[in-house]
């Protein structure tokens, strides 16, 4: 089966940091995607991790450990445009298929 | 160079009533699937199609239905809607590399 889990909020400050958490447990693993979504709009590529470890994107970072079944999104220097629903997804290559957790959505505050 | 597209943006019927929603891929991709994104939750896989044949398939009934074009253009058939067919529907359109997944904006589906 697909398990994916992410906190359904999280409120963080102007400026600030905030780590947005992600462990799954799926059948069959071949990356995992972070999406952001705006409400009422489509979700948007931040960023892609196959292998273990961070991978930073200037303000954005994302960490992945296969052996734990965990990631995270890191979001440095807090934008009030970046309050938004952060989406993890699980790529399988069989299929091809993205299989998503519920979204956190993130508010940032002035 | 245009983006994924989807028509219509947005979509109003009845309970029954049948849909058809539409996705063009990013130029060079031959790849598309399908999600649905109910109101507050992740996007939910339907269908992936690539190179006119479908590859894979998610839970959903028989009424959820799709095909993609020679020109890799597809489409996304739902027969005698309910209520809880209402939903933003995305299309995702995919390049030969893992990471190459965008998605299109969506047509937001309203069932009454």
């Known amino acids: 089966g697909q398990n994916i889990d992410q906190p359904t909020e999280m409120t963080a400050t ?11 447990q799926t059948s069959g693993f071949n990356g995992l995607f972070w999406y952001q979504q705006h409400a009422g709009e489509a979700p948007t590529f931040l960023s892609y991790n196959v292998l273990d ?14 052996s734990k079944g ?3 999104l890191l979001l440095k220097e807090l934008q009030m445009k970046d309050s938004a629903s ?3 997804a699980v790529y399988k ?13 993130v508010l940032v505050k002035p | 160079d245009a983006g994924v597209t989807q028509s219509p943006t947005h979509l109003i019927k009845t309970r029954g009533q049948h849909v058809t929603l539409r996705c063009s891929p990013i130029s060079g991709h031959k790849s598309v699937s399908w999600y649905q994104q109910v109101l507050g939750q992740g996007p939910q896989f339907i269908f992936q199609y690539y190179e006119k044949e479908e590859r894979g398939r998610g839970n959903f009934p028989d009424r959820f239905s799709a ?9 996304l058939n739902v027969n005698a ?7 933003l529907y995305l299309c995702a359109s995919e390049g030969l590399a893992d990471n190459e997944q965008f998605f299109g904006p969506g047509t937001r589906l309203t069932v009454l």
């Open chain 2, 67 to 75: 095909r993609q074009f020679p020109n890799y253009s597809s489409e």
């Open chain 1, 14 to 24: 102007e400026g600030a940091i905030v780590q947005i958490n992600c462990t799954y």
């Open chain 1, 70 to 72: 965990y990631s995270y």
């Open chain 1, 93 to 105: 290559a069989a299929g091809n298929k993205l299989t998503f957790g519920g979204g956190t959505r």
């Open chain 2, 81 to 87: 809607l309910l209520l809880g067919d209402s939903a």
């Open chain 1, 86 to 88: 952060y989406l993890c």
């Open chain 1, 53 to 66: 470890g961070l991978e930073e994107k200037g303000r954005f970072s994302s960490f992945l450990s296969r």
